[in-house]
């Protein structure tokens, strides 16, 4: 089924600790695109790409970063998780003959 | 910002009446799009609606843009109790390389009740 896998679907992580979010697509999607979702607050994004080789910071970009070697895969790394970043991960795709964003199912992550 | 604000913030409807969300926004857009999300699920695209149209249909949804009053709103026609989500507003720039970018609002809880 064409879409967006993402993973973990769920991690509990130590304050502290280096995770990494996969996200990979098999739609040969241009853009990708990651977004965490809080309570109150809807969804913001963290950081995009618009093409393979290329990234670009969004609204809320601080502690994470991101890289895209390929069209398929588009990793969010926290290189050292705090409190804060506890919230659902989405990543999505988007491309020009396409009509709207496509997105995961999410990583609920929990940093304790 | 560019980022959809919509009202109501939650709606709670019968089952077979009809639920209107409206979204606005601040600043010149290429498109403007609406996504559903289940509980705990990702968000599903719903409709699109360029800049240069002012109303679109897709099978019980209708959407209507207003550029001037920087305004849309989402019709959904004889409500199902499966319409039970939220509903998301997104205005969506174009940033170049065929993409374009999309701030979301903090969404309407449409609750419809059987």
């Known amino acids: 089924i064409a879409g967006i896998t993402q993973a973990p679907t769920s991690q509990i992580l130590a304050a502290g600790r280096r995770m990494t979010l996969r996200c990979t697509q098999d739609m040969r999607h241009n853009a990708m695109y990651w977004y965490r979702q809080d309570l109150g607050l809807g969804l913001r994004l963290i950081h995009y790409?618009?093409?393979?080789?290329?990234?670009g910071k969004g609204e809320v970009p601080d502690g994470y970063s991101v890289s895209r070697a390929n069209t398929d895969d588009f990793p969010l790394t926290l290189a050292s998780a705090v409190p804060s970043q506890t919230s659902v991960y989405f990543c999505a795709s988007s491309d020009e003959g396409a009509d709207g964003y496509t997105f995961g199912s999410g990583t609920r992550l929990t940093v304790v | 910002s560019q980022q959809g604000e919509e009202d109501p913030q939650a709606l709670s409807i019968q089952e077979g009446e009809n639920a209107t969300m409206n979204c606005s926004y601040k600043t010149s857009i290429n498109n403007l799009q609406w996504y559903r999300q289940n509980s705990g699920r990702g968000l599903v695209h719903l409709i699109l609606i360029r800049s240069n149209e002012r109303e679109k249909h897709s099978g019980r949804l209708r959407v209507t843009l207003d550029t001037s009053k920087k305004s849309s709103s989402l019709l959904i026609t004889a409500s199902r109790a499966a319409d039970t989500a939220s509903y998301f507003c997104?205005?969506?720039?174009?940033?170049?390389?065929?993409?374009?970018?999309?701030?979301f609002g903090k969404g309407t809880k449409l609750s419809v009740i059987p």
């Open positions: 790409s618009n093409t393979a080789g290329t990234t």
């Open positions: 997104a205005p969506g720039q174009y940033s170049g390389a065929g993409s374009y970018q999309l701030t």
